[in-house]
Every structure is written in C-alpha cells, then in structure tokens.
C-alpha cells in the first residue's frame, strides 16, 4: 500500500514561516510529478505548486516569490517551503503524486496526503 504522509503544518504570525514535507512509503517503483495543493474553509481544492520529476515547478500567482517547492528523489520526499506567510494562506494542504506502484507496475495512480493544516495569523 503506498501512502503519503505531510508534515510541518502549525500556526504561525502573518510574515512568518514554515516548512512542509511529504514522504512516500510502500512498495514505491517510480513517482513522476509531485505536487502541494490547499483547500481553504468554504473554497476549492486548489493546485498551489508542483514539480516533475526532472525538477521543473510551476506556481499559482500568489504565492510566486514566497513559496518553493523541492522534492528528493533519493527519499521519495517533497518539500514546500512557505515563507511571508499571509493570513489568505491559511488552508489544509495536500501532497499529491503519481506514483508507479509495485502493486501495479503497469499504471500510473495519483496518491493523495492526509493533510496538514497551515493557519497564519494576522
């Protein structure tokens, strides 16, 4: 069974920051993109930033310049870290990835994180 587990969520003043990991376990053969997402209280699921596997990101307009992705390979493991944090980053965030599992070596299955929650202060 492969999972993904966050961490690093918490509480911090508006300004500050944080620093998120993700971490793949299983019977892991190969993860392509990995990706953080944030569902705000009464909004959308929403894509904040992802990386593929040859290390390319992509991020939401919002967060450009604050926020940076980063994933070790070696560890199946992704990273998001937040800084100037505003109290509109305040959401659960989700780790995303497509993952080739030994389960099934023959399709790509996209594995979700339990989420953490990031609250920022004002």
């Known amino acids: 069974q492969v999972q993904l587990v966050e961490s690093g969520g918490g509480l911090v003043q508006a300004g500050g920051s944080l620093r998120l990991s993700c971490v793949a376990s299983?019977?892991?053969?190969?993860?392509?993109?990995m990706g953080w997402y944030r569902q705000a209280p009464g909004k959308q699921r929403e894509l904040v930033t992802s990386?593929?596997?040859?290390?390319?990101?992509n991020y939401i307009d919002s967060v450009k310049g604050r926020f940076t992705i980063s994933r070790d390979n070696a560890k199946n493991t992704v990273y998001l870290e937040m800084n100037s944090l505003k109290p509109e980053d305040t959401a659960v965030y989700y780790c995303?990835?497509?993952?080739?599992?030994?389960?099934?070596?023959?399709?790509?299955?996209?594995?979700w994180g339990q989420g953490t929650l990031v609250t920022v202060s004002s």
């Open positions: 990386i593929t596997s040859g290390g390319r990101t």
């Open positions: 299983g019977s892991i053969l190969n993860i392509n993109g």
């Open positions: 995303n990835a497509e993952i080739l599992s030994g389960s099934n070596p023959f399709r790509w299955r996209e594995v």
